[in-house]
């Protein structure tokens, strides 16, 4: 990897070199697999994508599966396709870095699929990032496709820190018996950028459960959207939080529902959409920060969860 691409795949991953174990690392449209004995990644013959399987019992691995894309012009889809074994525990480690330099525009639709067998535990962690200084537009738009089966267990952390133009993230959920979705989202939009999210989630199991946190901050002239829905179909439990921090002219949509259709669902929703407290700022300014300094260490630490 050049410099370029070896500080996307830090920021994506959190590693300084490639990983030993199971990955795919995949640069402008090329991708470099390798498998283990006990997780299984194969290229699809029909499209672009892989099939990520993990075998029963398996515990305590991780799978790497970056996108790292440097050029400008390339539209670049993949479709992945996650089983998880019986009983296996794994954090999968997943997202896309974009720079680009050029006036034209860099794209990337990662069309995701977990399935998840009884019992099974997954962590999956999927950041996004946006550089370069040219003119083209970053664009990201994920679509993830989630199946847990009875007493699986899946937590989603999608992060989003500024530099990508536009993104469009759709994520479809059936949480089975005993099964638990969490997923937890944070969002930063600057200049122009827009965001939009959109959650659907089926609560067909007795005893099921899914959480949604959506941390977000828009800026400058940016757009952010939220929309989520989680329909209870049996004895269940469904919590969505939205808290959105707004600045300069920047405008936050956020539309949670909930619609029950089992006299034993129990489902929640909570938004809040509003400004930087300014007891926060003067306690900061105090310290001889100034207002802009202020705000950043609020902003990081409202969307880090510190």
Same mark, same amino acid.
């Given at each position: 990897?050049?410099?370029?691409?070896?500080?996307?795949?830090?920021?994506?991953?959190?590693?300084?070199?490639?990983?030993?174990?199971?990955?795919?690392?995949?640069?402008?449209?090329?991708?470099?697999?390798?498998?283990?004995?006990?997780?299984?990644?194969?290229?699809?013959?029909?499209?672009?994508?892989?099939?990520?399987?993990?075998?029963?019992?398996?515990?305590?691995?991780?799978?790497?599966?970056?996108?790292?894309?440097?050029?400008?012009?390339? +539209?670049?889809?993949?479709?992945?396709?996650?089983? #998880? $074994?019986? %009983?296996?525990?794994?954090?999968? !480690?997943?997202?896309? /870095? =974009?720079?680009?330099?050029?006036?034209?525009?860099?794209?990337?639709?990662?069309?995701?699929?977990?399935?998840?067998?009884?019992?099974?535990?997954?962590?999956?962690?999927?950041?996004?990032?946006?550089?370069?200084?040219?003119?083209?537009?970053?664009?990201?738009?994920?679509?993830?496709?989630?199946?847990?089966?009875?007493?699986?267990?899946?937590?989603?952390?999608?992060?989003?820190?500024?530099?990508?133009?536009?993104?469009?993230?759709?994520?479809?959920?059936?949480?089975?018996?005993?099964?638990?979705?969490?997923?937890?989202?944070?969002?930063?939009?600057?200049?122009?950028?827009?965001?939009?999210?959109?959650?659907?989630?089926?609560?067909?199991?007795?005893?099921?459960?899914?959480?949604?946190?959506?941390?977000?901050?828009?800026?400058?002239? +940016?757009?952010?959207?939220?929309?989520?829905?989680? #329909? $209870?179909? %049996?004895?269940?439990?469904?919590? !969505?939080?939205?808290? /959105? =921090?707004?600045?300069?002219?920047?405008?936050?949509?956020?539309?949670?529902?909930?619609?029950?259709?089992?006299?034993?669902?129990?489902?929640?929703?909570?938004?809040?959409?509003?400004?930087?407290?300014?007891?926060?700022?003067?306690?900061?300014?105090?310290?001889?920060?100034?207002?802009?300094?202020?705000?950043?260490?609020?902003?990081?630490?409202?969307?880090?969860?510190?």
């Amino acid at each position: 990897m050049d410099s370029i691409e070896q500080k996307l795949f830090e920021k994506l991953t959190e590693l300084h070199k490639i990983p030993s174990g199971a990955f795919s690392i995949r640069k402008n449209g090329t991708s470099e697999l390798s498998s283990t004995k006990e997780i299984e990644i194969v290229k699809k013959t029909h499209k672009n994508g892989i099939d990520i399987i993990v075998k029963p019992n398996v515990i305590g691995k991780s799978v790497h599966i970056p996108v790292i894309i440097t050029v400008g012009g390339l +539209s670049d889809i993949v479709y992945n396709d996650f089983y #998880i $074994g019986e %009983n296996a525990d794994v954090m999968i !480690v997943a997202g896309c /870095g =974009i720079h680009n330099a050029t006036c034209k525009t860099s794209m990337h639709n990662g069309l995701h699929s977990f399935h998840l067998s009884r019992n099974s535990k997954v962590r999956y962690i999927e950041r996004h990032i946006g550089e370069g200084e040219g003119e083209g537009e970053k664009i990201l738009n994920p679509v993830t496709k989630v199946y847990l089966e009875e007493g699986a267990q899946m937590t989603m952390e999608t992060t989003q820190l500024g530099g990508v133009s536009s993104t469009i993230r759709k994520t479809f959920a059936t949480v089975k018996d005993n099964a638990k979705l969490t997923i937890q989202e944070n969002i930063l939009t600057t200049d122009n950028q827009i965001a939009k999210t959109q959650f659907k989630v089926n609560l067909t199991g007795k005893n099921s459960g899914v959480e949604v946190v959506s941390h977000s901050v828009a800026r400058d002239n +940016s757009l952010q959207e939220f929309k989520s829905n989680v #329909i $209870g179909k %049996n004895e269940c439990f469904g919590h !969505v939080e939205c808290d /959105g =921090i707004l600045l300069d002219n920047a405008r936050i949509i956020s539309l949670p529902t909930v619609d029950a259709q089992c006299k034993e669902a129990s489902l929640v929703h909570e938004a809040a959409i509003g400004k930087i407290a300014g007891e926060e700022l003067v306690k900061l300014m105090t310290l001889g920060l100034s207002q802009k300094e202020a705000e950043e260490i609020i902003i990081q630490g409202f969307l880090l969860g510190n």
